[in-house]
């Protein structure tokens, strides 16, 4: 894998922990979508641990 890849697999980490935290600011967050946001987030750092 070459470090391009890993840049952009860095960068989607950061973008879906952002959208989590911009989520859990809500006053109502949807519980359904942090969760399989955080699942992503997850695989993604799978994914880069890997590399």
């Not at 935290?21 to 699942?39: C, G, I, T």
């Amino acid at each position: 894998m070459d470090s391009s890849h890993l840049s952009a697999l860095e960068l989607k980490h950061a973008g879906i922990e952002r959208r989590i935290h911009e989520e859990m600011s809500r006053p109502l967050p949807d519980d359904a979508l942090v969760q399989d946001l955080k699942k992503r987030k997850l695989r993604l750092k799978e994914q880069i641990l890997r590399h």
